[in-house]
């Protein structure tokens, strides 16, 4: 039986998003997040309106989106904080398995011996895997990847959608 290849960077390419993504893996964390626009700025409230017709829309969130980029990401950080807070059991495991293997790395390769009890890491490493896996499955990290997902998308999105650009960027698009 054949395989069927699927050409991505043709997909892809119509995205444009090795140069959407460019510019976020060569900035750092503090210039990226040194050109957050002001909260009145983001939350304008007379800048709100309804986009005419499609165009617009694609037009206001490709401008948006370059504009508001770094309020943006700290939405979605506050949206993962969120949901992280709101299931509790997500959060144990991720803090079991990140505290389980800074404790196992910081016994350097020797065994755990406490007193009746001696361990190496191979069988720290095993226990720490069955016991975070299912409870990880419990945890449903799935459902809260996609809900994480769709909420960031519609906030991002709708306000990207509905909030007009300034007055001095809506013509400087068009011909003189």
Request: zero cysteines.
């Amino acid at each position: 039986m054949s395989q069927i290849r699927i050409p991505l960077d043709v997909l892809t390419s119509r995205l444009n998003l090795s140069d959407r993504f460019a510019g976020v893996r060569s900035q750092s964390l503090a210039a990226r997040f040194s050109n957050l626009k002001p909260i009145s700025e983001f939350l304008d409230l007379k800048r709100l309106s309804k986009p005419a017709n499609f165009g617009e829309v694609q037009s206001r969130v490709n401008y948006n989106l370059g504009h508001f980029s770094s309020n943006y990401a700290v939405v979605f950080v506050m949206l993962s904080i969120y949901s992280l807070l709101t299931n509790w059991l997500l959060l144990f495991v991720i803090i079991l398995v990140v505290g389980g293997m800074w404790g196992i790395g910081k016994l350097d390769g020797n065994d755990l011996d406490v007193g009746f009890l001696k361990a190496t890491s191979s069988q720290l490493y095993t226990a720490l895997l069955v016991v975070s896996v299912p409870l990880g499955i419990i945890a449903s990290p799935f459902s809260t990847i996609l809900w994480l997902i769709g909420a960031s998308g519609v906030t991002i999105l709708g306000h990207a959608s509905f909030m007009d650009k300034p007055i001095d960027e809506a013509f400087s698009g068009e011909a003189v």
